[in-house]
C-alpha cells in the first residue's frame, strides 16, 4: 500500500522520538478504524469531519455531544446512524460499540483527563487533542489508564504530519551548521462572543490562555526542531489589557535554555492579529517558517547571506496530503502494524511540565525555573 512518490523519508537523528512515515504504509486491513468524535466544536466540525474523506484506513463511525440535536445533524451528513450517537452521559457504553475502535477527544482542556481515562475504560484507543490536559498529574493518569488498558494513547500534535515541518526538521539537522537560536511565536485575536473562546478565557476549562492554548505550538516545535529538552526555563506575562483575560494569560513571552548552548525564546498573545513563526539560527545558514503552524500553507526557506531557497506545502507531491488526516491514519497503522506513535502521552506530558515550569517562572517574578528532569522518559 506504501505510496512511491519521491518523498524524501523521515528525518533521521531524532533520537527516541519516533517520525511518522508521511507516506502511510500499511501491511494488511480492509477494514477502516473507527474513530467516535467526542466534542462537536468548531475543531472538530471544521477540520475533522471533512478530513475522514481523504484518509485512507480511517473513518468517523461515532459522534459524541451535549447536543444531541447536533449530533444528529451531523450523523446525517457523515452517514452515522442514530445506534452510533452517544451523549456525554451515555458514553460509556461506546465500549459495547464494535465501530468504534479509537476515541478522538476534542473537548476543553480540563475535560481531557476524564474523557481519556473513560474511553480507556471502555477498550477504546485514545487520539487526545493538545495540550493533553491541564496538569502534569492528569498527564500520568491518562497515560496509566492506557498502559492499564493495553491501548494505546495518541496526543493530536497535526505538524508532525506536514511535509513543511519535515523539511524543516531534515535542513536543521543537515544545513544550518550548529543551531543557536530559536523564536517562535504564536498568536491571534480573541472573539469573547464566540463559543469557542468563551471556555478558553476560563481557567478552569481552559489551565491556561495562550501558552496553553497557541504557545505550545513554539514549545513542542522547539523540542523537536533541536532533539534536545530545555534544562531550564523563564517566563513573564503581560498585564492583562482587558478584563476578559483576567483569569488566564493574555500574553506571555519565554525564554528555553538548552545544555548544547541554544536557546529559543518565544511569544503567545491573544490578543494580535494572527501570528505562527518559527525562525532557527544556526551557525551557517537560518530557517525561517512564515506560517509555520497553520493548517494548510505552511514554508520553511533556508537562507544564508545572498540565497535564500523556500519549500511550502504545494510543492510537495503526496496527493490528498493534509496534516488532519494524515494524523488520523497514523493511529491507524499504529494500532495494525504495532509500530510507534509519533506524539506520545510521554511527548504531551513534556510539553505540559513544560508549561508549568514556565508558568511557576511567570508567578514568582520571571526567575528562572530548573527543568533539568534528566531522561524524563525514564522517570514516567
Ligand atoms: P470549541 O469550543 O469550538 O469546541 C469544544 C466543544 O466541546 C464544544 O463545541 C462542545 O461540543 C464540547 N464541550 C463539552 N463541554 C463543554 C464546555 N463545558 N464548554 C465548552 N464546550 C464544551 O473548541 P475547539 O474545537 O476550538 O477546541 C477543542 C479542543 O481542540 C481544545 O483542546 C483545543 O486546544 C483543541 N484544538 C486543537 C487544534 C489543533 O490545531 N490541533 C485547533 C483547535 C482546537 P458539543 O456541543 O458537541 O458538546
Not at 525564554?255 to 494572527?274: C, L, P, Q, T
Request: proline share 6%; charged share 20%.
Amino acid at each position: 500500500m506504501a505510496q512511491s512518490l519521491g518523498f524524501p523519508a523521515p528525518p533521521a537523528g531524532l533520537g527516541k522520538r519516533p517520525y511518522p512515515n508521511l507516506l502511510r504504509p500499511m501491511n494488511d486491513g480492509p477494514r477502516k478504524f473507527g474513530y467516535a468524535i467526542v466534542g462537536l466544536g468548531k475543531y472538530a466540525v471544521n477540520q475533522i469531519l471533512p478530513a475522514f474523506a481523504e484518509c485512507e484506513y480511517a473513518k468517523v463511525t461515532a459522534l459524541v455531544s451535549g447536543d444531541i440535536n447536533k449530533a444528529r445533524r451531523l450523523g446525517k451528513h457523515y452517514g452515522i446512524e442514530e445506534s452510533h450517537l452517544y451523549t456525554y452521559d451515555n458514553f460509556d457504553k461506546i465500549a459495547q460499540d464494535p465501530e468504534v475502535d479509537a476515541v478522538y477527544i476534542i473537548l476543553p482542556n480540563s475535560l481531557h483527563a476524564d474523557f481519556t481515562e473513560r474511553s480507556f475504560r471502555a477498550g477504546k484507543h485514545v487520539l487526545c487533542e493538545k495540550p493533553m490536559a491541564v496538569t502534569v498529574e492528569e498527564c500520568q493518569r491518562m497515560i496509566a489508564a492506557g498502559k492499564k488498558a493495553g491501548k494505546k494513547l495518541m496526543i493530536g500534535y497535526r505538524c508532525h504530519f506536514d511535509p513543511v515541518t519535515h523539511k524543516a526538521i531534515e535542513l536543521a539537522r543537515t544545513s544550518i551548521g550548529k543551531p543557536q537560536i530559536i523564536t517562535t511565536d504564536n498568536g491571534d485575536n480573541t472573539d469573547p462572543t464566540d463559543p469557542t473562546y468563551q471556555w478558553r478565557l476560563t481557567r478552569s476549562l481552559s489551565g491556561g490562555g495562550a501558552l496553553m492554548d497557541l504557545g505550545i505550538y513554539g514549545v513542542n516545535g522547539s523540542r523537536y526542531m533541536l532533539n534536545e529538552d530545555p534544562i531550564e526555563v523563564q517566563a513573564t506575562i503581560m498585564p492583562p489589557s482587558d478584563p476578559m483575560f483576567r483569569e488566564i494569560d493574555e500574553t506571555i513571552v519565554w525564554i528555553m535554555k538548552y545544555r548544547s548552548g541554544a536557546v529559543a525564546h518565544g511569544s503567545a498573545s491573544f490578543n494580535v492579529n494572527a501570528m505562527s513563526r518559527f525562525n532557527l539560527q544556526g551557525t551557517d545558514a537560518s530557517l525561517r517558517m512564515d506560517p509555520a503552524t497553520s493548517y494548510w500553507c505552511n514554508s520553511v526557506s533556508h537562507c544564508t547571506t545572498g540565497d535564500t531557497h523556500t519549500w511550502s506545502t504545494p510543492m510537495f507531491t503526496i496527493p490528498a496530503l493534509n496534516q488532519f488526516s494524515a494524523q488520523l491514519d497514523h493511529l491507524a497503522i499504529s494500532v495494525a502494524n504495532n509500530t510507534p506513535l509519533a506524539a506520545t502521552g510521554e511527548e504531551g506530558m513534556q510539553d505540559v511540565r513544560l508549561i508549568q515550569a514556565m508558568y511557576q517562572s511567570a508567578h514568582s517574578g520571571s526567575r528562572p525555573v530548573s527543568t533539568d528532569w534528566g531522561d524524563w522518559r525514564k522517570t514516567i
